[in-house]
């Protein structure tokens, strides 16, 4: 897709319909100066600079990237019309585009009848999965586990309704026996299962937590928000047992009762793109509102009356349509990039365990990599683990010549102590480095990825740890890729900072 052509295309398409409505004059007020935009407009693109590379394979930290072109052009040229999905009078096409979206996502998890739509985010779809909860099962509480998304607390708290934190086990999924436990108080209404921590992709054994949720009458919602899309993957049996990915988890999401996804993250879109799905279209009349300003013109539920929210960018569906006529919701089409992602981990995982700079801080399983630079011999203590990963990421992030961008992930000395025993517990947690793998084209970079990282943790755990003075054929061996051919869309891509060099540094420079 070349922006070049599809960028004035998009602005055309409302422009050339608006003419069948006559010519008419813009009202002087929001008149401008071409001169003063061009102004404005240069120090606006200088303030944009001010940003990591998201779009480019050195940025390995959290699970951001830019939309997809197409995703783009359909939010573009949607835009210029302005619908608002509030409502189907808001913009029918957008509407229309919006329901055929959200049965493709219904159709993702195999649920067999569904209300849903999108919403603003993840956050919003799950406060109104837990609303919905709520209304239900008055009286009762909320399950999800320690490792669950921050916002399940939060929006508990919203609604007035008392949250239970559930331990996980040694991989950070939600463990049964504890959830037992507490069902068996009887306080729990609704259990929230997560299928892709957004720490440590984790997935939440879905399939038992839906047998013992029912065995005590409550309900399950599925917080999918950023694992939701390999359903795609698991889905096939011989692609989820190539890729390590359980499928039984995900195949139990059809018989949960919501469930939430966002196509802001593994779904090419720009925010403002999350999705929530019932199972039971009758939830509708928990959302039963009157509102004096809207009218009509549909004898379906408004997408408005089944939401919590008003206003919604219609360009939102309008962006995910057309991303999926092109990436259809199969393993073939979207999956693809997904299992790119998943390969890339699984590959890094190995490299990281083959050599001796980095320790993963546990096996991936989906396309999130934790690990922290390897600490010396002895009893390494967990505070010095925390330093040098603090290390790992400023130094970085600060190297104008040969960056790499990570995150890092929070866990608790406990959490840590189980997974590598050796620890001399100190502090009571510690920051271990994380990488999202959500651009399939980490796949390609990854030889200079892993070098690089690598180099970085032997510099940051110094002359007594091990590999401190880096190999001259480890960081180095990797073959030099000019940064200009890893960008295939000119238009959808920031240029690259000039301190930026087009080709990997010479030993003596790496060893810096
Ligand atoms: C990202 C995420 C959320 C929150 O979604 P937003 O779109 O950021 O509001 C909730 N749960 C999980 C598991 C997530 O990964």
């Known amino acids: 897709m070349d922006l070049r052509y599809w960028l004035p295309r998009a602005a055309e398409v409302a422009e050339r319909w608006g003419e ?22 240069e120090r606006f693109a200088k303030r944009l ?44 096409a957008t509407n229309d585009m919006e329901r055929e979206c959200v049965a493709a996502l219904a159709g993702m998890f195999g649920l067999p009848a569904h209300v849903g739509h999108l919403t603003s985010s993840g956050t919003i779809a799950n406060l109104e999965a837990l609303y919905v909860a709520r209304q239900s099962h008055p009286g009762r509480g909320v399950a999800y586990s320690a490792q669950a998304h921050y916002t399940h ?31 068996r108080t009887g306080r729990v209404g609704t259990v929230v299962v997560t299928c892709g921590t957004t720490g440590l992709g984790a997935v939440d054994p879905v399939h ?23 359903a795609l993957l698991a889905g096939d049996d011989e692609r989820a047992a190539e890729l390590g990915i359980d499928p039984l988890p995900w195949r139990a999401i059809a018989g949960c009762d919501s469930v939430t996804v966002d196509p802001h993250k593994h779904g090419l879109q720009p925010y403002g793109c999350g999705a929530v799905l019932f199972a039971d279209p009758a939830i509708g009349r ?53 299992a790119a992602g998943r390969r890339t981990a699984l590959a890094w995982a190995e490299l990281i365990e083959a050599g001796d700079e980095l320790t993963l801080y546990q096996r991936p399983q989906l396309d999130i990599v934790t690990y922290f630079p390897s600490p010396g011999g002895g009893r390494p203590a967990l505070s010095a683990i925390d330093a040098a990963g603090d290390r790992v990421l400023r130094a970085g ?21 189980r997974r590598h025993p050796g620890v001399r517990v100190d502090a009571d947690g ?67 900072p000039s301190s930026v060099p087009s080709s990997v540094p010479s030993p003596e420079e790496s060893a810096r």
């Open 430 to 496: 510690a920051r271990v480095l994380r990488s999202v793998l959500i651009k399939p084209e980490a796949q390609a970079w990854l030889p200079r990825l892993h070098a690089r990282v690598a180099e970085l943790a032997a510099q940051a755990v110094g002359p007594d740890g091990p590999c401190a003075s880096p190999s001259s054929d480890a960081p180095t061996a990797v073959p030099a890729v000019p940064l200009a051919v890893a960008t295939a869309v000119p238009l959808a891509v920031p240029t690259v």
């Open 49 to 92: 600079e001010h940003n990591y590379p998201f779009f480019h394979p050195r940025y390995a930290g959290q699970m951001v990237k830019p939309p997809h072109p197409a995703a783009l052009v359909g939010y573009l040229t949607a835009m210029r019309f302005n619908p608002n999905n509030h409502a189907y009078e808001g913009g029918p």
């Open 153 to 183: 607390s939060r929006m508990c708290h919203v609604l007035g309704v008392a949250g239970h934190a559930v331990a996980a086990d040694a991989q950070g999924r939600m463990d049964p026996g504890a959830l037992e436990e507490l069902l």
């Open 286 to 338: 928990h959302f039963a509102h009157d509102s004096p300003y809207t009218y009509f013109t549909d004898a379906e539920l408004h997408l408005g009356e089944i939401s919590l929210e008003c206003s919604r960018a219609g360009a939102s569906a309008a962006a995910l349509w057309l991303t999926l006529q092109l990436l259809p919701l199969t393993a073939d089409g979207l999956g693809a990039g997904l």
């Open 397 to 417: 992030m600060a190297d104008e010549r040969d960056p790499v961008y990570l995150s890092v992930l929070r866990v608790d000395a406990g959490d840590f102590a």
């Open 20 to 41: 069948r409505f006559g010519s008419f004059a813009a009202h002087p007020s929001h008149r401008v100066d071409e001169a003063d935009f061009a102004a404005a407009f």
């Open 208 to 230: 038992e937590v839906l047998a013992l949720a029912r065995r005590y009458g409550a309900r399950v919602h599925v917080d999918a928000a950023y694992g939701g899309f390999f």
